[in-house]
């Protein structure tokens, strides 16, 4: 140091590093219109597709008769799987070991499904081409409901796999049968809980709880441009891709053509939320278009397509069994659950985990003997399911759990903060070994909850419930008051190689980061943002690790030309995974910083020490070389042993995933004749380890909650008996408005990841997680007074009339 | 979300109009806002050859006092109704529901006369009309004639207007000052059809009704104006008895369906609540508008 | 089918083309202007990502053929920005307040404020959620898009004060 350096606070400062709530560098385009998408993105001679679609949820598909269709002028193809079959494209591997149809062949399996994919000069040429073509069907059976489509006379669906009775995660028992996934002890818990059963200082309660059937429903839909350049050889696609370089593999495997010569770029993409993880037949048939034709293709679905077809979430019911003591301490927990796939397993999941990490199911609880076994099945309906705004399954996990402790707690007539307190897992317990598989790596539970229960004054919202109550039994009042509580550990950050894959390719992630002679920075990733601030927030991480200022950083992400090999974004994994290794990376350019500041300062490098953005000499603090001047001197020394230049990349491999977590509170006033909710207050608190920008954390929050509430009062993917979507458009799929999203209150404690670089947890996807929990616990609790157990979701406003009915609060 | 091809045509004047209608026939289909027409043409539910834009028709603008009448022209906007202080003083009813219907921009757009045209059921306008007493005038090539909102609708998405007559104007008798008023509408979310609606119009005078008029939205296949329901309130002193008689009355006059919003147990009870709503908060105003 | 000649100014310049009549404004505006900042998000006139202002109204430019628009003046997002070129005060204030995340209805939404706060330049908060009710958004929960309006509102309101 000498006079002229500022203090250590007011560099850190500068630097806009971690913990800084850095305005977003992203906004200068979006704010302006200047965002580019993928519709936005138009070529020289680009062709338009649109698919026909089925109407019906089960079919065969007798004739397709495409003359009309080309016939029209400015059509150019219209292809069905008759014509992708040579190139074995008409059928495609999934992402959980399944494989889907691109183009019906022979038959359709749900409603909206692609028949034909129409090529055409521009989108209303294409729209009008696919009302001409004549697709002749003929009926056969629905099955819509997961339990009736394991009866042995049920209809199959799957003749293309009837005969297999080895799936791609073990044996299959029925044709409509996907697979069983068990974890934990069957054994050790159903001793347990017929124990409990038979004791007089035990209660069971048990329970069917539904996670319905939902969307992620981006404000942007699907999309691609495919353009093969036949001249060098090179395909080139731009879409909405969470997992770009994924992409990038699995095209070159079902294509043929070679990796090096494949180029993926993800533009901006509008919200993804997991519906942009997998491969869409839409991508697939626009690629084949492009080679085809020799010119770009372009396909966007609408709103419509996006309900109906792309890969929906939920559809879980989750059958519980808790046991505990008659003083509240949990013994024991079962759940058989049951997953509705549609028509094909399409579920983005790491391949060992055909139902995703359900099992963190015994959530924040200390829970000793438990068994999980899930048994997906095929049903017409659309195929999937992707993690919506959570990890994979993680929702589904939490929800049932929170939900299971509610009603326990009602069994035990216990407040349910109380049982959650009674049985949380203590901070000395960590890292906790949770009895269905999971190292959970740190937590302080009670902290949390404590914090929320002071700040939302729970004790006098109950007290003010319970005057609530009896002002409703006297005839004062028509709305109940409902006090949702949820406490959530979520499981994030896929994963360690070992145990996570998406289709073989290890769930790493990367950050390479070169610096340039006059000090500022570029670095990449193989994460992408859709709208999560990633170009805002890497630059933070980098920022305190290698000194140089985050406004002095681009961070790029999505080019598959450019970008080091990664798994994408989804499942809260940024952070944990990509954000390590840009740690990780940083932290290997600064060692070789430090061995350049030594060579220039004529010191070894142990005498050096880190000071926010130089290397000090110890004991002689005049003495100091800063990150930018050993940028300039790495193009510029002849340092013996080190080569010139700056640069480093990291492939991060974490050694477990990280477990962020959280303890929300809700307070909401149900009208029990209209059935309307309206949410009067949402306190959330999240611990997501090191918190790298609050500004974009509380968006985070907000967003998520939002997605919840949705979800929890009325937001469904419906089919009737027939399979007919009932909730395709907007209108009746419920998106919350600003009049109906309510305030959020926010708030936060650290419990740093102790095997994480910077500590960090993830959260992007919490709010969801909590959220629903939360809500719904709230719904359910309004009636608790009167009686009432559990609904199921949504609790839009006929079906909470539907409970105040039923429990004769009609008068 | 593409709709078919047609040809559009913008004509100046009501009986250039009326005129192109006479002469394309079923193929033609006017223009007013078209934030009902436009959407089902994007399904391909609707693909009128002919599109007649009136958004240049002067006539069909305005809103005018002509003597015990409030008179709109049909091109006049959701924002205009919204807008005008005129109106919110002597038919206050309208702005409460305009300001219920859809969103902003669509509001921008969207016409009196549309919403009560095309005899959706869902719209809100419609109901509205019957419980003021609305007159609508047709004019085509026989000329104009007036036929009243409570004969107008005959089914879903069937009116008493010719295919070649326009909706040209409505006329609304002015209540009498001091009316009490309420539109209550439960709906899943802001800006959505009525899951139930009530309209309701009323005087008093001495702590009893003198007239009240009911109409009821979305819960059968036609707005429901339920003369039996206002006869229930008409002469009573509004409290417990007669709103239940006139919830009864209701009843027996609606025919509500399933659908995404819930099964007919739900909306027939709903449709009670949300009646009693409208009539506690229409006689409140009366009150308070005597005092 | 034959093309119809339409003339409208967008974002202060005279526009001039050929287009189908059953050509939707948000495409015409997107394919033929390269306006590319009024985003398709639906089909059922919901979303609001198109939203642009005609002639002084916000409108939904998915539910309005070209031919509508004939004649009309036309404000997208691209022409939020002041004269002199800078931002205006609802863009800096959506940055400021970070109200967008993802961008996609950003646009829309901007545009939407503008016109709301030219009709009511001092909203309540109860109001502006009123305001926006037909721009949906995935991403922020809606609480720092409310909070950017108020703030730009607040800060015209006082630049207007100022010059008085």
Not at chain 1, 759 to 778: D, F, Q, T, Y
Request: charged letters at 20%; hydrophobic letters at 40%; proline letters at 5%.
């Amino acid at each position: 140091m000498n006079e002229q350096t500022p203090p250590a606070t007011e560099r850190a400062e500068k630097l806009k590093g971690l913990g800084c709530a850095r305005k977003r560098v992203e906004d200068a385009r979006f704010i302006q219109g200047k965002g580019n998408y993928v519709d936005d993105i138009k070529m020289p001679g680009m062709l338009f597709g649109d698919f026909v679609r089925s109407p019906y949820a089960h079919a065969r598909v007798v004739s397709v008769d495409k003359a009309a269709a080309l016939a029209l002028p400015g059509v150019v193809a219209v292809l069905t799987a008759a014509d992708l079959e040579p190139l074995n494209l008409h059928w495609m591997p999934t992402l959980a070991g399944d494989k889907q149809m691109v183009l019906a062949d022979g038959k359709v399996l749900f409603q909206g499904q692609e028949v034909a994919f129409v090529v055409a000069e521009d989108r209303y040429i294409a729209a009008d081409a696919v009302e001409l073509v004549e697709v002749e069907y003929e009926e056969l059976p629905v099955v819509t409901d997961p339990f009736k489509a394991l009866d042995p006379d049920a209809p199959v669906l799957r003749e293309d796999i009837a005969d297999q009775k080895e799936g791609a995660h073990g044996p299959r028992r029925h044709p409509n049968h996907i697979f069983t996934w068990e974890q934990g002890d069957e054994a050790a818990t159903n001793a347990v809980l017929a124990g409990a059963a038979q004791s007089e200082n035990a209660v069971v309660v048990e329970e069917m709880i539904q996670y319905h059937r939902c969307h992620p429903c981006p404000l942007e839909t699907c999309g691609c441009v495919a353009s093969m350049d036949k001249v060098n050889g090179k395909l080139t696609v731009w879409g909405t891709f969470q997992a770009p370089h994924a992409v990038r593999t699995i095209a070159s495997l079902i294509s043929g053509i070679a990796e090096h010569n494949i180029r993926i770029v993800s533009p901006d993409i509008g919200g993804g939320f997991g519906t942009k993880v997998g491969v869409y037949p839409g991508y697939i048939c626009a690629i084949v278009a492009s080679i085809v034709t020799g010119v770009p293709v372009k396909w966007v679905e609408d709103r419509i397509e996006n309900l109906i077809a792309t890969a929906f979430a939920r559809d879980y019911w989750m059958q519980g069994k808790i046991a505990a003591t008659k003083d509240g301490k949990i013994t024991g927990l079962w759940c058989h659950t049951t997953a509705d796939h549609g028509a094909f397993d399409a579920c983005a999941d790491p391949s060992k985990f055909p139902a995703g990490f359900m099992n963190i199911c015994t959530g924040s609880y200390d829970i000793p003997t438990a068994w999980l076994a899930v048994d997906g099945v095929y049903t017409n309906k659309a195929p999937g399911g992707v993690a919506y705004r959570c990890s994979f399954r993680v929702t589904e996990a939490s929800y049932f759990i929170e939900r299971m402790i509610d009603i326990l707690a009602i069994k035990l007539d216990m407040d349910p903060v109380e049982l959650r307190m009674k049985n949380f897992i203590r901070k000395d317990q960590f890292p906790y070994q949770s009895a269905l598989g999971w190292e959970y790596d740190s937590g302080d539970y009670h902290t949390a909850m404590e914090k929320v229960l002071k700040a939302v004054d729970y004790d006098g919202l109950r007290r003010e419930q319970a005057a609530r109550v009896e002002a409703f039994k006297r005839g004062e009042t028509r709305k109940l008051m409902g006090i949702g509580v949820s406490h959530f550990t979520e499981i994030v950050g896929a994963g360690p190689v070992k145990n996570c894959d998406i289709l073989g390719l290890g769930m790493f992630d990367s950050c390479a980061i070169r610096i340039h002679p006059t000090g500022s920075v570029t670095a990449r990733l193989g994460t992408i943002s859709q709208g999560q601030g990633h170009a805002t927030t890497f630059a933070q991480i980098l920022a305190s690790e290698i000194g140089i200022p985050a406004d002095d950083i681009t961070v790029e992400e999505g080019d598959t030309d450019t970008a080091p090999y990664g798994l994408g974004t989804y499942g809260s994994r940024s952070t944990p995974v990509a954000g390590a290794a840009a740690a990780m990376a940083g932290r290997k350019i600064r060692a070789k910083a430090q061995m350049i500041a030594a060579w220039l300062l004529e010191v070894h490098d142990d005498d050096l020490e880190w000071d926010v953005d130089r290397f000090v000499v110890k004991g002689a603090p005049e003495r100091f070389k800063t990150m930018t001047e050993l940028a300039f001197a790495a193009y510029n020394q002849a340092v013996p042993g080190l080569e010139p230049g700056l640069e480093a990349v990291s492939y991060y491999d974490p050694p477990n995933m990280t477990f962020p977590f959280g303890a929300y509170i809700s307070v909401m006033d149900i009208d029990v004749d209209t059935g309307e909710v309206e949410i009067r207050r949402f306190y959330a608190l999240d611990d997501c380890g090191t918190r790298i920008n609050p500004m974009i954390i509380e968006g985070q929050v907000h967003g998520g909650l939002t997605e919840a509430v949705a979800i929890v009062l009325g937001q469904e993917i419906a089919y009737d008996e027939d399979g007919n979507v009932m909730t395709g458009t907007l209108m009746d799929f419920f998106l919350p408005t600003a009049v109906e999203a309510p305030h959020y209150e926010t708030d936060h404690t650290t419990t740093p990841s102790p095997h994480h670089p910077i500590g960090a947890k993830g959260v992007g996807e919490s709010p969801n997680v909590g959220g629903v929990s939360c809500l719904a616990n709230a719904v359910n609790d309004a009636f608790r007074a009167f009686g009432h157990v559990h609904a199921q979701m949504p609790h839009d406003h006929w079906r909470v009339w539907k409970i105040a009915e039923g429990l004769g609060l009609h008068g | 979300m593409i709709p078919g091809p047609f040809e559009y045509h913008r004509p100046a004047s009501l009986a250039e109009a009326t005129g192109l209608l006479a002469e394309l026939g079923d193929d033609a289909h006017v223009l007013a806002g078209g934030h009902s027409l436009i959407p089902m043409m994007k399904l391909r539910m609707a693909a009128p050859e002919h599109l007649i834009d009136l958004q240049d028709i002067a006539e069909l603008k305005g809103i005018t006092r002509e003597g015990s009448e409030i008179v709109i022209g049909a091109m006049t906007t959701q924002h205009d109704l919204i807008a005008s202080d005129e109106l919110a003083q002597a038919v206050p009813l309208i702005r409460e529901a305009a300001l219920q219907i859809a969103d902003p921009q669509v509001r921008y757009l969207g016409t009196i006369g549309g919403n009560v045209a095309n005899g959706d059921p869902g719209n809100d306008m419609p109901g509205l009309m019957q419980c003021l007493n609305a007159t609508f005038e047709l004019d085509g090539p026989n000329g104009n004639r007036h036929v009243a909102a409570r004969d107008f609708y005959q089914g879903a998405f069937v009116t008493a207007r010719g295919d070649d007559e326009i909706l040209s104007r409505i006329r609304i008798p002015v209540p009498a000052p001091g009316h009490g008023f309420a539109y209550e509408k439960l709906k899943r979310k802001i800006g959505d059809y009525a899951t139930a609606a009530a309209a309701v119009l009323l005087t008093v005078s001495g702590g009893r009704c003198d007239s009240a008029s009911v109409a009821m939205t979305n819960l059968s296949d036609t707005p429901v104006f339920a003369a039996e329901a206002g006869a229930a309130l008409a002469g009573s002193d509004l409290g417990g008895a007669a709103t239940d008689a006139a919830v009864a009355a209701m009843l027996a006059a609606i025919d509500p369906a399933e659908d995404n919003r819930g099964p007919v147990a739900f909306k027939k009870h709903v449709a009670g609540v949300i009646l009693k709503r409208a009539i506690a908060r229409a006689t409140k105003r009366a009150n308070e508008r005597a005092a | 089918m034959a093309k119809m000649h339409v003339k409208m100014t967008v974002n202060g310049k005279p526009v001039e083309a050929l287009a189908e009549p059953r050509t939707l404004l948000i495409h015409f505006l997107r394919e033929e202007m390269c306006l590319t900042g009024p985003h398709i998000g639906c089909d059922t006139t919901h979303c609001g990502a198109c939203t642009v202002d005609l002639d002084g109204k916000s409108v939904k430019s998915c539910t309005i053929f070209v031919g509508q628009a004939n004649g009309a003046e036309i404000t997208t997002i691209e022409g939020i920005a002041n004269a002199d070129g800078s931002l205006h005060v609802l863009q800096e204030m959506f940055r400021e307040h970070h109200g967008l995340q993802c961008g996609f209805c950003t646009p829309g939404m901007i545009v939407r404020a503008h016109r709301l706060l030219a009709e009511n330049p001092d909203p309540t908060e109860a109001e502006v959620r009123m305001g926006i009710s037909g721009n949906l958004c995935r991403c922020t929960g809606y609480q720092n898009i409310v909070k950017a309006i108020l703030a730009a509102a607040a800060t015209l309101n006082a630049e207007k004060e100022a010059a008085e």
